[in-house]
């Protein structure tokens, strides 16, 4: 059997393990045995000891141009700068030519998860709204925007050839970047932004990996295939051990081998073995931010650098060694993993040579560590972690500090660093070494990095853990072991107590601290008309405008949004900000829950803040009779009336005066003139029946006259009945004027009933008037009439009218199938019945059963009701957990927590959707801090739309209060709005 030993070493370009056997052993046995075990010790370790390492890995922070950039790609979550591949100047803004730069960077050349982060000139920014361009960068308004591309688009960027290329340079529609992940960064020329070409840094969370612990086909626990490419990706992506797994198999892309080794089978990576590391890589360790997987690494590799070189960068990101045997390849990460066999001194061969090593040489020995790594609070740039002294040992070396300095290129997280150190420093004071020989029952268990349990009354040892580093066959069949003393205890950690949180520079760009709006505040006013009267809801806005409080302010924009939904109701600003304060009521409701904030509009670009928003209830100023209320002159209605009631002579000498009155008639005779009379007259007792008829016509020198009156009459005694019909029509120069009457009547017994119609025309210097009337009376003791007429006064400030006298109003469909009675006039009340509203704006209402489907109701009054649950609203109170019953339709849901936190700590608090299986937000609350330690009251609200088909959601709060903040008082109160 051949030597064996860890296999880092053993990995050439082709990894091809390097095999050399070794038999019959002699005296020089134990010496090529130690020679091999050289290659046994972790990566980490190697540092730690002083063996010098080639140059590896470096955070590539600035932007690389050129044709022969080594093509690379990402693991896990890490930053770049990318590469220049095309850039370009285009549009205008204004007059200004040019005036945009646009730039393609790409960042892999694999695909990746995406984009979590973005530097700007070394400050982390924000994305915002979306547009062509890309996201707006919230830092630099209307000036920079970012697209990104994660690899697996398939289309070519629209952006790029029709607006960013031009004759100068030109985006070919067909460069889609299959496989590259990159991203397009637009700058405008902007004086107050940039000082030249803005620098970007893109933290990347990089491939995703294959993760065997995540196939349910070979050990594992989920859906992963790692013939199925679309089924990888998880939080393995981010753990050392997968990452190294995909390295040895090898990274291809649409079947093309990209970087890695080629065509290794799986079967020389025990997939048992593998999970089981993969597991302790993503085991969970109490942080000072929380719980996290034990080891965590990300990094850029070039696919120029050597295998070897990204497998020693991720072992170390997780204190590992792999050992292989017989070209089967075993990964060892962090703690050492249980014995797999005891043994005590009666099974070591005494016959053969033993070696025991106490103590290390002083060169070999150190007792610190000082460590860099990439720190993405200081913008990913390279830093060192607070050194790891131990006085004690100093002591113990002779008062001595021997430092080891480590590079943990690949590991961006502050804590993990440390306890890589710590772990590190422990295992490396672990100095018994020894070198035994066991019989052929052991040969079994002699596999590289396997954990043996050793009770020695020698050497004092008691179930002592030692680790095999390397084994030789002896040609009799036993075999010569090199052990190493090793604790699990070495890999413990107590955040609370050994993590020294590092101090962040300030980086990036220095900005003017945003300014809040001073002294605001918004209250219920109304608008008043000239007499003082409240006529509409209002909101007074104030705000400090002391001396020098506004310099360099132009102005004030507020909102205003419904307290309920937050919908925003009004925007707006003034630019007189000196006056103080402001009235608005734009778009206001009465009795209305608002919610306004504002915030200062300063001269140049400098940041402001919004304002907190403000509760407001506008008063409940409604609409009253001089906004809907028609002030109707109703003078004149019984004259009209009267003109039609009172007759037929009556009528003719009405209209005779009004043409005396409008054509200024003499009492000459006429000029000209003729005339036509007819009558018939019977009679015989008590019985009469007359008829007459009048036709006259004459002209005098200003005007001309036609006249007729018609009469039929009869009677019986006391009984009489007539007809009469008098037409007279005027004309002159200035005027003309026509009229006729027409009257039916019939009268018994002091009782009397009649039929009026009259109608007139009138066109005169002083105006045109039209009437037309119909009446229908009778009078037996007491006066009845149903009268209709039309009225179009000469005066134009006058209302035309329709002046209707009834008792009901009666409608008759078109094929006499329905009879309706929709108006009833009775004791001074109009009644409507069976009448559809299509939109009403009322005053005052009292209604019974009413089907309303659009209207605005000043004045409501409900009798009972019948209302679906989350139709109008519905409210549920808990102090964990709420169910909301809100009805289907999708209602618009507003959940409200609060809860009372003090002390000298911190807690988590985790606000979910348990319907969903959504968190709809987790937070921190910190009052560690005493310059800022919070006292009172959390509060937070959380708008949510449920699906249209659900008619209830569960929500729930968990604060956590474990050697955490004092917490009491907590409460979730979960309301439904109008759907």
Not at 259 to 272: E, W
């Amino acid at each position: 059997m051949a030597i064996f030993s860890g296999a880092a070493a053993l990995i050439s370009g082709a990894i091809s393990a390097v095999s050399t056997f070794l038999g019959g052993l002699g005296a020089i046995g134990s010496l090529v045995l130690k020679a091999a075990v050289g290659l046994g010790t972790s990566l980490l370790a190697q540092s730690l000891a002083g063996k010098p390492q080639e140059p590896t890995f470096s955070i590539n922070g600035t932007l690389q141009g050129g044709g022969d950039l080594s093509r690379s790609f990402l693991l896990g979550r890490a930053m770049t700068a990318g590469s220049l591949t095309w850039v370009n100047t285009w549009g205008r803004d204004g007059d200004t030519p040019n005036a945009f730069l646009t730039q393609v960077i790409p960042v892999s050349d694999l695909p990746v998860r995406g984009l979590a982060d973005i530097f700007v000139n070394g400050e982390k920014v924000t994305l915002g709204a979306l547009s062509e361009r890309g996201y707006a960068i919230n830092e630099y308004p209307d000036c920079l925007w970012v697209k990104f591309y994660d690899g697996t688009q398939t289309t070519a960027d629209g952006f790029l050839f029709n607006s960013a290329s031009n004759n100068n340079r030109w985006w070919n529609p067909d460069r889609i970047g299959r496989g590259v992940a990159y991203a397009i960064v637009t700058a405008r020329v902007s004086q107050n932004m940039f000082s030249g070409v803005p620098s970007f840094k893109f933290v990347i969370d990089g491939l995703r990996l294959y993760d065997p612990s995540r196939d349910s086909t070979v050990g594992g626990n989920g859906p992963q295939r790692y013939a199925d490419p679309t089924t990888w990706g998880g939080d393995g992506d981010f753990l050392p051990a997968v990452q190294i797994y995909n390295l040895l198999r090898g990274l291809t892309f649409n079947g093309q081998w990209f970087y890695g080794l080629q065509n290794m089978p799986a079967a020389r990576l025990p997939v048992a073995n593998w999970i089981a590391q993969i597991e302790k890589n993503r085991a969970g360790i109490q942080e000072a931010g929380g719980i996290v997987a034990t080891f965590r690494s990300g990094g850029e590799v070039q696919v120029q650098a050597p295998l070897t070189a990204a497998l020693e960068a991720l072992l170390t990101a997780c204190h590992g060694k792999i050992s292989e045997v017989g070209g089967v390849y075993t990964l060892h990460c962090g703690a050492p993993d249980a014995p797999v066999i005891a043994f005590t001194d009666d099974d070591i061969l005494s016959t053969e040579e033993q070696e025991f090593t106490p103590f290390l040489g002083l060169a070999d020995t150190i007792n610190g560590v000082s460590a860099t790594y990439p720190s993405p609070a200081d913008g990913w740039v390279v830093k060192t972690a607070p050194p790891l002294y131990r006085p004690d040992l100093e002591a113990n070396d002779g008062n001595r500090r021997l430092m080891a300095d480590v590079e943990l290129t690949f590991v961006p997280y502050a804590e993990q660093v440390q306890r890589l150190m710590k772990s590190a420093l422990e295992e490396a004071r672990r100095f018994r070494r020894h070198t035994i020989v066991l019989p052929p029952k052991f040969w079994a268990y002699a596999t590289p990095c396997a954990v043996l349990s050793w009770t020695s009354e020698r050497n004092g040892y008691v179930n002592k853990l030692m680790r095999i580093d390397g084994a030789v066959d002896r040609g009799n069949l036993d075999v010569m072991i090199d052990i190493t003393e090793v604790d699990p205890a070495d890999h413990g950690w107590t955040s609370s107590e050994e993590f020294k949180p590092p101090v962040d520079g300030a980086v990036g760009i220095i900005r003017p601290a945003p300014q809040a709006l001073v002294d605001w505040y918004a209250e219920p006013a109304t608008v008043k008309d000239s007499v003082g009267r409240d006529r509409r809801p209002a909101i007074r806005l104030t705000w400090d405008n002391s001396d020098g409080r506004l310099d360099d302010v132009i102005g004030i924009e507020y909102e205003v949004r419904l307290q309920a939904s937050l919908d925003r109701i009004h925007e707006g600003r003034t630019d007189q900000p000196q006056a103080g304060s402001l009235l608005i009521s734009q778009g206001l409701l009465p009795l209305e829950a608002y919610v306004v904030r504002a915030r200062y509009i300063p001269r140049g670009d400098r940041p402001v803040l919004w304002s907190g928003f403000i509760p407001v209830i506008t008063p409940n100023v409604l609409l009253t009779d001089k906004d809907v209320y028609v002030d109707i002159d109703l003078t004149g209605i019984d004259d009209a009336l009267g003109w039609l009631r009172d007759g037929v002579r009556t009528a003719k000498d009405a209209i005779n005066g009004l043409i005396a009155g409008q054509m200024e008639l003499t009492t000459q005779a006429f000029t000209q003139s003729q005339e036509i009379r007819r009558e018939l007259s019977v009679s015989l007792g008590s019985a009469r029946a007359e008829y007459r008829e009048k036709i006259e016509v004459g002209l005098t020198a200003t005007q001309a006259v036609a006249t007729r009156l018609e009469t039929l009459e009869v009677s019986f005694g006391a009984a009489t009945a007539q007809l009469s019909d008098d037409i007279e029509i005027v004309a002159n120069a200035n005027a003309a004027l026509s009229g006729r009457v027409q009257n039916l009547s019939a009268a018994l017994g002091g009782n009397n009933a009649s039929v009026n119609v009259a109608w007139s025309a009138v066109a005169a210097p002083s105006g045109y008037a039209a009437r037309y009337g119909i009446q229908a009376a009778v009078n037996d003791g007491r006066y009845r009439a149903a009268s209709f007429l039309m009225d179009v006064p000469a005066n134009p400030a006058l209302p035309s009218r329709i002046i209707m006298r009834a008792g009901q109003v009666v409608m008759v469909s078109d094929d006499d199938a329905t009879v309706a009675r929709p108006f009833v006039f009775q004791e001074g009340v109009l009644y409507l019945d069976q009448v559809k509203v299509n939109s009403l704006s009322a005053l005052s209402a009292n209604l019974g059963n009413v089907d309303i489907s659009n209207a605005y109701i000043g004045d409501l009054v409900v009798g009972t009701s019948n209302i679906a649950a989350g139709a109008v609203t519905a409210v549920e109170f808990g102090e964990t957990t709420v169910t909301l019953n809100h009805g289907v339709g999708s209602p618009r849901v507003r959940v409200d927590i609060t809860f009372f936190a003090g002390g000298n700590n911190y807690t988590s608090c985790v606000v979910r959707n348990e319907t969903d299986g959504v968190v709809l937000e987790q937070f921190t609350v910190d009052g560690t801090d005493s310059t800022t330690r919070l006292a009172g009251a959390v509060t937070r609200f959380y708008r949510f739309d449920p699906p249209a088909g659900r008619a209830a959601t569960t929500f729930s709060l968990n604060v956590n209060t474990s050697g955490a903040l004092r917490i009491s008082g907590r409460a979730i109160c979960a309301s439904a709005y109008k759907r």
